[in-house]
């Protein structure tokens, strides 16, 4: 609200739909307030849970999102005198506070899960609550569901409730399309689970005909488990196909004259007005998505890589040397672990003590996504969006700058366990003979403390900080951004 009643709006040239009819005062001042939450995509979901996909390329856009937020709005009791986009653009800032709320909570069970450090996992969670892509877990965007929904649906498949996970991943997919790479993770949960038994089994369990039996039942759990995360994102493109290349039924609602010169100034394509029909409908699996990103915003392989785009490149330069170096770091430490894909029992395992932290191997698969995310993002997206497109998709952008805090930061070694294994002197006081006054809080005690904390943990702290407050002051006022 702020920086938004600071700093002018800039003329972006983006979706901007029109809107009719005079404001209240009470439109004004929840424009006022929370108007700079509803810049760049949010002027999609809120336009889309207001009247629905009128337009093609909304269909870029997963529907949980902005239907929730159409629900909630028809549930709920309103004042008369507020209009629809205000009462969405209010719910929707409430809504996220909750989600992003019960991501931080999701993830921070999550990292007890894998990383099997209370500490860390908690300094990961307080990260999340700093993210660098902060702006976007509160404005009107659909990353705050995505994260509760991913980072709850890994937490539960770590705790053996699969089918709670899978439901949980299959919303994911219907909040966002990426969600279709997290079946990936109960693949390689039940790969892991069969080679691990196929080691430790008997002769007689390795036969070919139990062999062959037990291959069959796992492909066809697999392609279940694939079909089932995939569904929402699939009945979406047959509800998109329907809309825009069945017959013209009309857009079932009156369509104002100004958003009617929008859609011909722009090239919109507006449903059920008739004309040719779009080129996905002829292609043999019609999926209107790719189609979108092709066709609206040029995203492909290496399409981004003109020199014009280097401002953008180093804006997504620490998320993805972060990325990078987490990947490094846990490559370099089991490469055995990655060269065997983890499907390999060691003898440290079957003893119980296996390495704990993020370098353990549970973590494996987590960094495989995330290295995976990154790849893609950097070489066939926009790829300033990476920062928030890791940022609520992977807990390893958390959970690697903690691993980092903690080993090289000498005022969180708090016990000898703390300590690193490399076996660094520690330099500085722990933080039990810090004075009664320490927080608890081991960001907070970092800050509080900026000028005697190392220069790896200021950079981590100056990005995390530095991206959450830039995407405040240049979001908020359709300045670009991540």
């Keep these: 609200?702020?920086?938004?009643?600071?700093?002018?709006?800039?003329?972006?040239?983006?979706?901007?739909?029109?809107?009719?009819?005079?404001?209240?005062?009470?439109?004004?001042?929840?424009?006022?307030?929370?108007?700079?939450?509803?810049?760049?995509?949010?002027?999609?979901?809120?336009?889309?849970?207001e009247r629905g996909y009128l337009l093609e390329h909304s269909c870029a856009f997963q529907p949980l999102f902005p239907l929730s937020l159409r629900a909630l709005a028809a549930l709920l009791p309103w004042p008369a005198a507020l209009q629809p986009r205000s009462r969405l653009l209010l719910l929707a800032a409430l809504l996220n506070a909750l989600l992003s709320a019960g991501a931080a909570a999701a993830l921070l069970g999550l990292g007890r899960a894998v990383l099997r450090r209370g500490r860390q996992a908690f300094?990961?969670?307080?990260?999340?609550?700093?993210?660098?892509?902060?702006?976007?877990?509160?404005?009107?965007?659909?990353?705050?569901?995505?994260?509760?929904?991913?980072?709850?649906?890994?937490?539960q498949l770590e705790q053996g409730h699969s089918w709670l996970s899978g439901l949980l991943f299959s919303l994911a997919s219907g909040a966002r399309a990426n969600g279709l790479v997290n079946a990936g993770f109960f693949l390689y949960?039940?790969?892991?689970?069969?080679?691990?038994?196929?080691?430790?089994?008997?002769?007689?369990?390795?036969?070919?005909?139990?062999?062959?039996?037990?291959?069959?039942?796992?492909?066809?759990?697999?392609?279940?488990?694939?079909?089932?995360?995939?569904?929402?994102?699939?009945?979406?493109?047959?509800?998109?196909?329907?809309r825009f290349c069945g017959p013209g039924t009309g857009p079932g609602q009156a369509i104002p004259e100004p958003l009617l010169q929008l859609a011909r100034d722009k090239g919109y394509r507006v449903a059920g007005m008739g004309g040719d029909k779009p080129p996905w409908c002829s292609q043999r699996f019609p999926v209107v998505y790719s189609y979108i990103q092709?066709?609206?915003?040029?995203?492909?392989?290496?399409?981004?890589?003109?020199?014009?785009?280097?401002?953008n490149f180093l804006l997504a330069l620490p998320v993805t040397l972060l990325g990078s170096w987490a990947a490094w770091t846990y490559v370099s430490t089991n490469p055995r672990h990655c060269l065997t894909l983890g499907l390999e029992r060691?003898?440290?395992?079957?003893?119980?003590?296996?390495?704990?932290?993020?370098?353990?191997?549970?973590?494996?698969?987590?960094?495989?996504?995330?290295?995976?995310?990154?790849?893609?993002?950097?070489?066939?997206m926009?790829?300033?969006?990476?920062t928030r497109f890791l940022g609520c998709s992977s807990p390893v952008l958390y959970w690697f700058p903690a691993h980092l805090l903690q080993?090289?930061?000498?005022?969180?070694?708090?016990?000898?366990?703390?300590?690193?294994?490399?076996?660094?002197?520690?330099?500085?006081?722990?933080?039990?003979?810090?004075?009664?006054?320490?927080?608890?809080?081991?960001?907070?005690?970092l800050l509080?403390?900026?000028?005697?904390?190392?220069?790896?943990?200021?950079?981590?702290?100056?990005?995390?900080?530095?991206?959450?407050?830039?995407g405040l002051i240049l979001h908020c006022n359709f300045l670009p951004w991540t």
């Excluded at 392609?223 to 047959?238: E, K, N, R, T």
């Excluded at 395992?349 to 995310?373: I, M, Q, W």
Aim: contains cysteine.
């Design 1 to 49: 609200a702020v920086f938004n009643l600071l700093i002018p709006d800039h003329a972006a040239d983006a979706f901007s739909p029109p809107r009719p009819g005079p404001r209240g005062r009470w439109d004004a001042l929840v424009e006022r307030l929370l108007g700079g939450l509803g810049r760049w995509d949010a002027e999609h979901f809120l336009f889309i849970a």
């Design 123 to 155: 300094l990961a969670a307080l990260l999340f609550s700093l993210s660098p892509a902060g702006v976007f877990m509160a404005a009107a965007y659909s990353e705050s569901m995505f994260a509760l929904l991913a980072f709850g649906a890994m937490w």
């Design 189 to 242: 949960s039940r790969g892991k689970r069969f080679a691990l038994q196929l080691q430790v089994g008997s002769a007689a369990r390795r036969k070919l005909p139990l062999l062959l039996k037990q291959v069959l039942s796992l492909a066809s759990w697999a392609a279940l488990v694939c079909v089932g995360i995939s569904l929402p994102f699939a009945l979406f493109q047959y509800y998109a196909y329907v």
């Design 294 to 311: 092709d066709t609206y915003w040029n995203v492909g392989f290496l399409r981004y890589f003109e020199l014009r785009q280097i401002p």
């Design 346 to 380: 060691r003898k440290s395992e079957e003893r119980g003590k296996a390495r704990d932290g993020f370098c353990g191997p549970a973590a494996f698969v987590y960094v495989v996504h995330s290295t995976a995310l990154l790849a893609f993002g950097f070489f066939c």
């Design 382 to 386: 926009h790829v300033q969006v990476l």
């Design 407 to 445: 080993e090289y930061e000498p005022l969180l070694w708090s016990t000898e366990t703390d300590r690193p294994t490399s076996g660094k002197p520690l330099l500085g006081k722990s933080p039990s003979s810090c004075g009664k006054g320490t927080s608890d809080n081991p960001v907070v005690r």
């Design 448 to 470: 509080l403390n900026w000028r005697s904390i190392t220069p790896l943990s200021k950079s981590i702290l100056g990005f995390f900080l530095g991206y959450w407050l830039l």
